[in-house]
């Protein structure tokens, strides 16, 4: 099979071994969406979505309708939940025909997600081969739950990844290039003399390893494992391959993002069921008279007429018109925040967002920036997704 | 529309009012404002009642005023208009009494908002005015939602911490000398600077503080005024504006469209203009508020409002004194009980009574804007010499 273009995502902020980590505003579904919009109009041609996760944030999701809608794809398209780690990616790439579009998060730090779309183009995998021996030494209990580790590394090591990649690597020897998705750079040189890695050990690794395969023409063998399981297969880069990445420079996360004072925030999953489309696609209604209403509104506040409204895609990029930050404790609320309301370029339209990726305060009146899918609050248990505004990179 | 009189106007001190139920508080307000009626008023002359109150306590609103009060035999109807309830139920109240309808009118307007913890009914609170899917989980808490509006004025006209600073020290300085206000203390500026932030660029001392209270006011029509006093009040002007309730969906943050729609019909109504007022309540729930209220209200051209503050033009023996009471900085903000208490105050000061008095006073203004910044009532009073 081929893959026509590749996307890479690492969230902004980093913990304090300097591991990349989730936002308070982030989870599986953001990270997918994250990932995956930075395909752009490569994602008309999708016809079906895989999310590959270790770790669902919960086993009866709403990541599905969010990552649709958060891609702007119709929301009939198939969508499949595939619980696993780099193996689990590596089959489902195989497994998939043209015009698919396969997003792996790693929701737990290292955290990343990479999106891959399946179909002609210059990265071909082949020679498929597997090893499975029953290695159950790091296992995810739940979603949400601390990981079990069995308290015997050299077993992962000698009985798991290292036996798996000896039985896989085959002919990785002579000019195949060994990489080896599912252990950590600094282990998987160890195994063998240049072969190398990613921190990202889990769904997200074989396709960041991908990605930086697309840029060498040299032929690989990927190896991706997780416990005593491994699928290979060989990795051919023939032509020029799209590799779009998004990662800013990190920000140290704060020790935690919980609420100083607890507290439910109301939840109406009828009201957000009626505003889901325009919130988490972030559309405008438009009026006859050419007016875009955002949030859309039963009256156009230009006109006055009050007609049914389409829904249309509103453009990302956005500056901001006035911003606060919130550092009184708001109970159930992790402060600080900055809250603005940004000025949509070129539409007229104004948004009313959270400020994030950037220490709070740090974006003042007139920052550039751009509206990005993220999880703006939980309330009674349930998640709220909506648009964030992500400040414009500060050239160092 | 028959001329209409404030005959009475009373209120109880604000505050942290633990020992006292919100029917102890009516009760306590309505006592005040009948025995503030210089002849005197008989319960039962009142013909019609209006009852402000944002967040229901200890039940059924307008029933409780009636209940409370002994109102049984009158029509008792509660105004709900947001942080404008107090202004709001004085306009409601004027137009029963000037439309020919009723000659006496009572308002009373109260909140009660300290008999539950703040954390506990924070959510419930907001819930009253935020949209449930758009706003809401954004944490648009009330000073966010005020300081958007004033971060973009500060941007536009320059304006600094300073200058809201001023405004905070000027309305300490006035409620420590009014037995009514809940902060009875004076501020420095350093202190105003230095206090915790709250939501930038508002500091503790910037917000107004969480208080009890209640306060009433007596409308009469002039073919009865000569019954309760010879030193009436005229209502000459009322209005209520309104604005867009998201933030998204408001056209310019640097001012506040709502003040200046109720501005307009109120002095349309009363016939006069900004220069004529004398003195004025304004709502300062936020110190930058009422900066930018000067302009809203006419009070200054477009941008000079720090100008008027660096010169205490709106300190009392300037050119036009603001909240000589402490204001709601001060004296203190239960929602429905702060526009009556701002009459209360204007009724004394065009009486000639007024603890901070600003000499001759004619023309007085009272002003709330509130909800999502989407509401605002006016109240236009003229004194006895009218
Ligand atoms: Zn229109």
Known sequence: MQIAALATYRPTWADARGRRTLGSDEDVATLAVSAGRLLGGRLT??????????????????????????LGLDPSTPLV?????????????????????????????????????????????????????????????????????????????EGGWKRVVRELAGSAEGERHLVIAGVTAADAAKIARGASGVAETEAAAPLLLL????????????????????????????????????????????????????????ASPAAYARAFEAKVGLKAG????????????????????LEPQRLQPLP??????????????????????????????????????????????????????????????????????????QPEEQQA | MRDVAMVGAGMIPFGELFDQSIKDMVSGAFAATLASVDKGMPVGDIQAAWFGEVQSVDGFPAGLLADTCGLLDIPVT?????????????????????GGYVDVALVVGTDKVRDTSAASTFWDWMSTNRDMAWDLPLGLISPASFALHVARYMHEFGATREHLARVVVKNHRNGARNPYAHLRFEVSMEQVLNAPPVVEPFGLLDCVPQSDGAAGV?????????????????????????????????????SFAATRKAAKQAFAMAGIGPQDIDVAEVHDCFSGVEMMTYEDLGFCDRGEAPRLLEKEETSIGGRIPV???????????????????????????????????????RWALAHNVGGPTAVSAITILEGPRG
């Open chain 2, 218 to 254: 007596l409308l009469v029509s002039r073919d009865v005024v000569d019954r309760y006093t010879d030193k009436p009040v005229w209502v000459r002007g009322v209005g209520t504006g309104m604005d867009r309730i998201m933030h998204a969906h408001k056209t310019d943050l640097s």
């Open chain 1, 81 to 157: 939940e595939q619980i696993g780690g780099a193996p689990a990616t590596l089959e489902t790439l195989l497994g998939s025909a043209e015009g698919t579009l396969v997003l792996a998060v790693d929701p737990v730090a290292p955290a990343a997600s990479a999106a891959a779309l399946v179909g002609p183009g210059g990265i071909t995998l082949d020679g498929r081969a597997g090893a499975r021996h029953s290695v159950p030494v790091r296992t995810v209990p739940l979603p949400g739950a601390t990981d079990l580790t069995y308290d015997d590394p050299r077993l992962l090591r």
């Open chain 1, 45 to 70: 041609s999708v016809q079906r979505v895989v999310l590959v996760t270790r770790r669902p944030d919960a086993l009866l999701g709403t990541a599905p309708e969010v990552v649709l809608e958060g």
């Open chain 2, 78 to 98: 509660r105004v709900e208009n947001a942080c404008a309830t107090g202004n709001d139920a004085i306009r409601n109240a004027l137009y029963a009494v000037g």
């Open chain 1, 286 to 305: 438009v009026c006859s008279c050419g007016e875009l209403n955002y949030p859309p509104r039963a009256q156009c506040q230009s006109c006055g007429v």
């Open chain 1, 316 to 389: 990302r990029a956005a500056t901001v018109y006035s911003v606060v930050t919130v550092r009184a404790n708001v109970p159930g609320k992790t402060v600080p925040y900055s809250l603005a309301v940004v000025d949509v370029d070129g539409t007229g339209v104004r948004v009313l967002a959270h400020v994030t990726d950037d220490p709070p305060g740090a974006a003042p009146i007139g920052s550039p920036g751009e509206l990005v899918l993220r999880r703006v609050a939980t309330r009674a248990g349930v998640p709220d997704y909506g648009y964030a505004f």
């Open chain 1, 211 to 266: 990605a930086r395969l697309a840029g060498s023409r040299s032929p690989a063998r990927l190896v991706a494992v997780e416990n005593g399981h491994g699928v290979a297969v060989d990795v051919t880069v023939a032509g020029a391959v799209p590799v779009l990445a998004a990662e800013r420079s990190a920000h140290p996360a704060p020790v935690t993002w919980a609420p100083s004072v607890a507290a439910d925030i109301p």
């Open chain 2, 323 to 361: 909240n000589p009471s402490g204001g709601l900085k001060s004296k203190g903000h239960p929602p429905g009980a702060t526009g009556v208490a701002q009459c209360t105050e204007l009724f004394e000061q065009l009486r000639g009574d007024a603890v901070n008095q600003v000499d001759g006073a």
